[in-house]
């Protein structure tokens, strides 16, 4: 029953508008012609009805098109929220806000692909969906995936905040000091906030923007530019806006 739920909610969700915008027309037109009494009127209301059936048909078509046949994916990224946080060097806190658009007429669970690069599997949570399932691929190459359930279904145009938490132990330092985004979607913006709170007060050091292709492997990033370290806050901060699709976008710094 909740399948069929969901089915009847999605359809009702993608064609509301235009249904609504056709009866209003249609009680407009049928208002008019209570006014006419000659035999035209007949032939008026048969001539407007058949007309609206056919941009009814027509706007149901373009929908189920667009809906199935133009995006591949199932959803489009608006916007990302990056925050990396330590106190101490060693215990870590990762979390990642995603705003998404569903292109799918139903969508129930979001697959999160990640990266850690220390010796200790990280703890996975999330407060706004259910972590169902976390995959150790054990394979430098890939990435690592946790799927995230939606509390309720999201439908077609719908938007949706992911949000990913990894709780990480850098105790032997082993871990890389960078965080990274692979642009395989355009989005308007990335927000990126690193906190370091056991830096020392004269700490001045840069970090590093740096992007490559995504399929250019062999390659080395290029630098982008250099970002300031905020010594009241204790952190990296940067708005990355607009970028270039393919690329894989990092910020490194000094441990």
Excluded: C
């Excluded at 979607?185 to 927000?191: T, Y």
């Amino acid at each position: 029953m909740s399948v069929i739920k969901d089915a009847y909610t999605a359809i009702v969700n993608i064609f509301s508008k235009q249904f609504y915008f056709f009866a209003s027309l249609a009680s407009i037109i049928g208002l008019i012609l209570i006014f006419i009494n000659d035999k035209h009127s007949v032939v008026i209301a048969l001539a407007f009805f058949s007309l609206m059936l056919l941009i009814f048909t027509v706007s149901l078509l373009y929908t189920l098109f667009k809906i199935t046949g133009l995006n591949s994916n199932d959803f489009e990224s608006k916007s990302t929220f990056v925050k990396y946080e330590s106190a101490d060097g060693k215990s870590i806190i990762f979390e990642i806000y995603k705003l998404i658009q569903s292109k799918k007429p139903i969508l129930s669970d979001y697959s999160f692909n990640f990266k850690w690069s220390g010796s200790i599997m990280p703890k996975i949570t999330s407060d706004l969906q259910e972590v169902t399932n976390v995959m150790d691929l054990q394979d430098p190459t890939q990435y690592d995936k946790a799927i995230l359930k939606f509390k309720k279904p999201v439908y077609y145009n719908d938007n949706q905040v992911i949000h990913f938490k990894a709780t990480l132990n850098d105790t032997d330092k082993k871990s890389d000091t960078y965080v990274s985004n692979r642009i395989t979607q355009e989005v308007d913006i990335i927000h990126y906030r690193i906190i370091l709170k056991y830096k020392p007060e004269n700490y001045d050091i840069n970090a590093i923007l740096e992007k490559r292709k995504i399929d250019s492997i062999n390659s080395n990033f290029e630098k982008v530019e250099e970002i300031g370290f905020d010594n009241t806050t204790k952190s990296y901060e940067y708005h990355l806006l607009k970028p270039d699709l393919g690329y894989i976008y990092k910020i490194k710094w000094s441990r």
